[in-house]
């Protein structure tokens, strides 16, 4: 068994049953700090909005079932297959080796690839840890519960699936 730790996510990865559970990492100690620095002011704001109350109790929990529903209604060849969501709380997901490649050349590879798209999510297309390979070495991507990688999963994920292996990225 493999440990990844994310910023709103903890995954366990069972190479031999071929799974990743996907766990959301509720933040309670910042979520009170935020609630004793401003007041409910922040509550209302959407689990996306950097530093709100909402991302720190619940944002793993929506990436969660982002991925989930993505998965189910594109079943996108770039996407690694999730299999079942239980209400954000778990998810489960087909197991992968990410991608080893240096940070610098996956970004300027990615750059290259998608061009300036790739700058409107760079926390999850300049991180070489959030992507894989298939039997086919074509690329694939394990973390896109993100509503912007959605959207570039949209429009360039074919292209990118068509990459293999140190040719594309």
């Known amino acids: 068994?493999?440990?990844?730790?994310?910023?709103?996510?903890?995954?366990?990865?069972?190479?031999?049953?071929?799974?990743?559970?996907?766990?959301?990492?509720?933040h309670l100690v910042r979520a009170t700090q935020q609630l004793f620095t401003y007041g409910w002011q922040r509550l209302p704001y959407p689990g996306d909005v950097y530093k709100s109350l909402t991302e720190h109790l619940f944002k793993g929990?929506?990436?969660?079932?982002?991925?989930?529903?993505?998965?189910?209604?594109?079943?996108?060849?770039?996407?690694?297959?999730?299999?079942?969501?239980?209400?954000?709380?778990?998810?489960?997901?087909?197991?992968?080796?990410?991608?080893?490649?240096?940070?610098?050349?996956?970004?300027?590879?990615?750059?290259?690839?998608?061009?300036?798209?790739?700058?409107?999510?760079?926390?999850h297309f300049a991180n070489p840890a959030n992507f894989c390979h298939d039997q086919n070495k074509r690329l694939m991507i394990v973390d896109y519960g993100h509503l912007k990688t959605q959207k570039i999963v949209r429009k360039l994920g074919t292209s990118l699936h068509a990459c293999h292996h140190r040719t594309c990225v």
């Open 1 to 26: 068994m493999q440990t990844k730790v994310g910023k709103n996510r903890l995954v366990f990865v069972f190479p031999r049953l071929g799974l990743a559970v996907k766990f959301p990492m509720i």
């Open 61 to 123: 929990m929506g990436d969660n079932l982002r991925e989930w529903r993505f998965y189910l209604q594109t079943r996108h060849p770039f996407c690694q297959p999730t299999y079942f969501s239980f209400f954000g709380l778990v998810n489960l997901q087909r197991a992968a080796v990410t991608c080893q490649m240096p940070i610098e050349e996956f970004w300027s590879q990615m750059h290259r690839v998608t061009g300036s798209e790739a700058f409107t999510d760079a926390h």
